[in-house]
């Protein structure tokens, strides 16, 4: 019997090259991004205690269809992250680091998603957070962040939406007005909204049915039921925006699927992706979270960018391509001793990229894999050249002549031609 095969299950991809070049740029421009802003960098558990994501909210899809949870051989109970925010408030409240704490990070996130374009069960996300401090200057900080991490791709279709979710003293008046309006609908709200209206009113305003669209329209707004604290932080923040010449558009509407969020919350979103999952990030502040998972009463703002979708909106506008000429020089060497072997690991040692062939292949099939690799320059050594103890250099990619060079010449050449 055949021995059976295995596909990548559904919701997770295998990324290759050039993607994974990709992304590893992709992080490399966020972590300098991060860095210049005094951030540093944290890699929590891609696991953790079940309990320190329920915070997130049991109402949320994110906790409550999404999580992967599983029992591990010592009882515990246990989930596969599905964002970093919850862990690195947990490592917080263990670690006590001197505040304001700025701690940025990369890596998968995992949730039981429908998956789609855009949508998978492992993806991966950047993000900073600051815990600490409730400066409003700080949430304009790290939304300018990621803006201009999104301009450094070459992104000019990410929309910036901002809105508050005002304090939790605020919410109270607020969702009994949500409550009041959504319950005098009646049967006109869709079934899913009437069961979302028993356990989280304010999510019922992020609901995508038609059916509920006008009543959702003429819902009370949360401006009208801010603390005077916490409307002119939001000004700040706008204010602040302005000054530095980031355009949004407040969305009082913005309701975030996690349930952690007080004041300001944001959302980047891609006009260029031509798909439904067009956020391609998001974030704001959690001034309860830290407090919720046993620490302190210190409040946190933060964001996170979702990698795989950044990716595609960078496709959609052809931005941020991979970079290509992977290789400087690939050695073909027909003298059937050790030539290449040496060779490659000569233009290695010296700062420059080299591949060759293998397996005792014929000249014409060496050089038709030299000129496949996309190499600038072929070193070719037969015979006749190693017997002189030379090499023959020939540009595979300009109308420069090739050369015949001692081998001790080699690693300047190459700078010659590279150059
Ligand atoms: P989030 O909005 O759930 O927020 O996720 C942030 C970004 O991750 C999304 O905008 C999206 O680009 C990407 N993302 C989420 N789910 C998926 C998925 N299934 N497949 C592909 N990409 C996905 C958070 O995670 C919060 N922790 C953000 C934050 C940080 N808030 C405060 N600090």
């Given at each position: 019997m055949a021995a059976p095969t295995f596909t990548a299950t559904p919701g997770t991809r295998d990324l290759l090259n050039p993607t994974t070049s990709r992304m590893r740029e992709l992080v490399e421009t966020f972590a300098d991004e991060a860095t210049k802003a005094g951030f540093g960098q944290i890699v929590p558990p891609m696991f953790e205690d079940l309990d320190v994501f329920v915070r997130l909210g049991e109402s949320t899809d994110v906790v409550s269809k999404e999580l992967y949870a599983f029992t591990d051989a010592g009882e515990r109970r246990l989930a596969l992250r599905p964002e970093f925010t919850a862990?690195?408030?947990?490592?917080?409240?263990?670690?006590?680091?001197?505040?304001?704490?700025?701690?940025?990070?990369?890596?998968?996130?995992?949730?039981?998603?429908?998956?789609?374009?855009?949508?998978?069960?492992?993806?991966?996300?950047?993000?900073?957070?600051?815990?600490?401090?409730?400066?409003?200057?700080?949430?304009?900080?790290?939304?300018?962040?990621?803006?201009?991490?999104?301009?450094?791709?070459?992104?000019?279709?990410?929309?910036?939406?901002?809105?508050?979710?005002?304090?939790?003293?605020?919410?109270?008046?607020?969702?009994?007005?949500?409550?009041?309006?959504?319950?005098?609908?009646?049967?006109?709200?869709?079934?899913?909204?009437?069961?979302?209206?028993?356990?989280?009113?304010?999510?019922?305003?992020?609901?995508?049915?038609?059916?509920?669209?006008?009543?959702?329209?003429?819902?009370?707004?949360?401006?009208?039921?801010?603390?005077?604290?916490?409307?002119?932080?939001?000004?700040?923040?706008?204010?602040?925006?302005?000054?530095?010449?980031?355009?949004?558009?407040?969305?009082?509407?913005?309701?975030?699927?996690?349930?952690y969020y007080t004041r300001t919350t944001f959302e980047f979103v891609s006009d260029a992706l031509q798909s439904a999952q067009n956020a391609v990030g998001g974030g704001g502040r959690y001034d309860g979270l830290v407090a919720d998972l046993g620490g302190p009463a210190d409040p946190g703002v933060g964001f996170a960018l979702g990698v795989d979708r950044t990716l595609l909106a960078c496709d959609d506008e052809g931005v941020f391509g991979a970079s290509d000429a992977e290789l400087d020089a690939f050695v073909v060497d027909t003298t059937g001793e050790f030539a290449a072997l040496r060779l490659v690991d000569t233009i290695r040692r010296a700062g420059l990229r080299a591949d060759r062939a293998y397996d005792g292949r014929s000249m014409k099939a060496q050089m038709k894999a030299a000129n496949r690799s996309g190499a600038s320059v072929a070193v070719i050594v037969g015979p006749d050249e190693a017997a002189a103890d030379e090499l023959v250099v020939r540009p595979l990619r300009s109308d420069a002549e090739q050369r015949r060079v001692a081998t001790s010449d080699l690693v300047p050449a190459l700078r010659g031609l590279l150059d």
């Open positions: 862990s690195v408030c947990r490592a917080y409240v263990q670690h006590r680091p001197t505040t304001p704490w700025k701690a940025w990070y990369a890596g998968p996130a995992f949730r039981q998603e429908k998956a789609q374009r855009g949508r998978y069960r492992q993806f991966d996300q950047v993000g900073a957070e600051v815990i600490g401090s409730h400066d409003p200057d700080l949430d304009t900080e790290l939304i300018a962040l990621a803006w201009r991490f999104y301009a450094r791709l070459g992104l000019s279709q990410v929309r910036l939406v901002i809105n508050t979710l005002g304090d939790k003293a605020d919410r109270p008046p607020f969702l009994d007005a949500l409550t009041a309006h959504f319950t005098a609908a009646g049967d006109a709200l869709s079934a899913e909204s009437r069961a979302t209206l028993e356990k989280n009113p304010l999510r019922v305003l992020d609901s995508k049915r038609e059916q509920d669209a006008e009543i959702i329209a003429t819902a009370p707004a949360l401006a009208d039921f801010l603390s005077d604290e916490a409307a002119a932080a939001f000004d700040r923040v706008q204010a602040g925006l302005r000054l530095l010449d980031v355009p949004f558009v407040v969305e009082p509407k913005l309701v975030r699927g996690l349930d």
